[in-house]
């Protein structure tokens, strides 16, 4: 039945004016929220006549996990940090969710650990959004017997404290409902002096949880740790919550991820040290770590299937394919190059990218133009395994090498249009990273390497084949990775304009569970691995060519409706310098990610 609204009188308080006022301010109040962008929370709890959150489900991969090699702590469930002994659960109860009010998939879940063993003791609790499977961690530790030759620490500890002991009290950071009757509230464990606590816990009744409930870590056993993605915000309201990340990370740093999440009613830069830590791994063995034989399982297991697209024609090749083909070095002074052995052996070694030598195609027309298009046949992945998170993960990184950059594809709107110059290079490096964790083996998340930056994907977003190898898309000429085919843009998604990167399956493809060289696992010391003589050519892998391509930028401009231009000129300005040049890519080991984490 439909109802007019009509003006109320003074005094008219009948029931037919009081539901058309008071509906006439309900949607003034939606439209409100609806114009400035707020999302407002809607909270549940097990009684009511509310309906439940839908629950997420687990997750797990297409394929089981096979039995790996034998060897000394990879995927035995538990992990040794020096004076603490980790155990990463996944099982979880739920203990509160919330959900925005602009649909079911905005809602999250608060949930604590479930199934810790015996001797073993809660940090705190995980937090994860209800539109992804169930699919996180938290660490849950002991601490070990101090007298144990097994227990390794690269400190003097003179502590005579114990590693872990129970907080002195909770402090509420936030609630639903102050006064008792809401079902949401966050506790925040004060530690003792000389200890953090590690995370907080959530309750669905306003009674202060009991101090059994959770333990604090020694400081000198913990690092600083910093908010990571965001999971819960919202305009309305002085509540967020975030996930959390070691503040060092990389090839060797300590720092350890708990799992678990942060929240607070303030503004927190990711700058800002947290009033929650993350563990740090003090045993130097990193005994955890897979050995040579599990690496080759690992990588059979999970290896990738790199796609190019169909219209690839700067397809990749091995480097010694490229060397054999007629790769020249140059040297600065020096106008003839010089052949390069097939092995690379007689590239310079070491130092720094000063600028004095650098590598070229080979100097005939034919042989420049065959070199150009790659050799698929030869093609391999080049391996770098090395530690993540302190040790309690995997980083396989694949590195992929490509004897030419092609154009870019420019997109204005509906146009696309394919630049003569613009983004060439000689030789390409890209990469992607698996992430495995050493408590299971379990292939966890995936990185996809994109020009300048790349993104992180978990494993339940990852597209797979034959079993648990994950699918990778290398987008057409400037072979950026990506998780699903599409065309993804660089520059303004908005207004349409930027580098088109083309991603698509085709019968072009690279299997690099079989086709893989690993050239480096320092962790496993000297001698195991043999690095190749190229990895340590630290110079550029092509010449820099300075070139006019802002005024092919500018006719392009020129030929736009005169209301676009200055949008347009705006986004050029934006694009990265190398697309006004040619200047070759550094080699492996001088990227950051060969030593750091990833870029996020």
């Known amino acids: 039945m439909k109802r007019k609204l009509k003006r109320v009188e003074k005094g008219d308080l009948s029931e037919d004016n009081l539901w058309g006022f008071g509906g006439f301010l309900r949607l003034l109040k939606f439209c409100m929220v609806k114009m400035l962008g707020c999302e407002c929370f809607c909270w549940h709890r097990g009684g009511g006549e509310e309906l439940p959150l839908p629950r997420p489900q687990p997750f797990s991969l297409p394929s089981p996990i096979p039995e790996w090699p034998p060897g000394q702590g990879f995927a035995t469930g538990k992990i040794n940090l020096g004076e603490l002994e980790v155990v990463q659960i996944t099982k979880f109860e739920s203990v509160w969710s919330c959900n925005l009010l602009r649909g079911k998939s905005k809602g999250v879940t ?139 990370r ?20 990711e700058e800002e040290e947290l009033e929650i830590s993350c563990l740090k791994n003090l045993d ?37 394919w490229f060397f054999k083909n007629g790769a020249l070095l140059y040297e600065y002074g020096n106008l003839k190059g010089e052949p390069i052995d097939c092995w690379g052996s007689n590239l310079p ?38 530690p993540a998170l302190g040790g309690t993960f995997t980083d396989i990184v694949m590195w992929i090498f490509c004897p030419f950059n092609g154009p870019a594809n420019l997109k204005i709107g509906l146009m696309s249009i394919q630049m003569n110059k613009i983004g060439e290079h000689v030789s390409d490096w890209e990469h992607f990273t698996l992430r495995i964790s050493n408590f299971t083996g379990e292939l966890w998340q995936g990185y996809f390497s994109q020009h300048s930056g790349g993104e992180w994907v978990d494993a339940f977003n990852l597209e797979f084949i034959e079993g648990n190898k994950p699918i990778v898309y290398s987008s057409k000429h400037g072979h950026a990775s990506f998780p699903h085919p599409g065309t993804y843009l660089q520059g303004s998604v908005k207004l ?51 070139y006019d391509s802002r005024s092919e930028l500018d006719k392009i401009i020129n030929l736009l409706p005169l209301f676009v231009r200055f949008s347009v ?14 200047e070759g890519p550094t080699g492996p080991k001088e990227k950051d990610n060969w030593v750091g984490d990833e870029r996020w």
């Open 110 to 248: 608060f949930y604590k650990p479930v199934g810790i063993p015996d001797g073993f003791f809660c940090l705190g609790h995980y937090c994860q959004p209800n539109d992804q499977p169930l699919r996180g961690y938290v660490l849950v530790a002991c601490e070990r017997v101090a007298s144990s030759t097994e227990v390794y620490c690269d400190y003097d500890s003179d502590s005579d404290l114990p590693a872990l002991t129970k907080p002195v009290n909770y402090s509420l950071i936030w609630s639903t409902d102050a006064h008792g009757n809401g079902c949401g509230f966050f506790w925040l464990p004060n530690p003792p002096v000389g200890y953090k606590a590690m995370g907080v816990l959530v309750t669905d009744t306003p009674e202060e949880p009991n101090v059994e409930e959770v333990r604090c870590v020694r400081d000198d056993l913990t690092e600083t740790c910093e908010i990571s993605d965001t999971i819960l915000a919202s305009a309305s309201n002085p509540f967020q919550v975030w996930n959390t990340r070691p503040c060092r």
């Open 250 to 269: 990389g090839m060797f740093c300590k720092g350890v991820s708990v799992g678990t999440f942060f929240c607070s009613t303030y503004f927190v830069s």
């Open 284 to 320: 130097p063995t990193l005994h955890a770590m897979p050995n040579l034989n599990q690496i080759h399982a690992l990588i059979k297991h999970y290896g990738a299937t790199v796609f190019f697209h169909s219209d690839e024609d700067c397809m990749p090749s091995s480097v010694q």
């Open 349 to 386: 070694s070491g130092g720094t990218n000063d600028g004095t030598f650098w590598i070229d195609l080979p100097a005939d027309d034919y042989a420049r133009n065959y070199v150009k298009k790659g050799n698929l046949e030869s093609a391999e992945l080049y391996v770098h395994v090395k």
């Open 496 to 546: 349409g304009i930027g580098i088109r990167n083309d991603a698509a399956r085709s019968k072009y493809y690279v299997d690099s569970s079989t086709r893989y060289q690993i050239i480096a696992a320092e962790y496993l010391g000297d001698g195991v691995v043999t690095e190749p003589c190229w990895l340590d050519y630290m110079r550029e892998w092509g010449p820099t060519i300075v």
């Open 569 to 582: 000129e705006n986004i050029f300005d934006l694009f990265p310098t190398e697309l006004y040049g040619e």
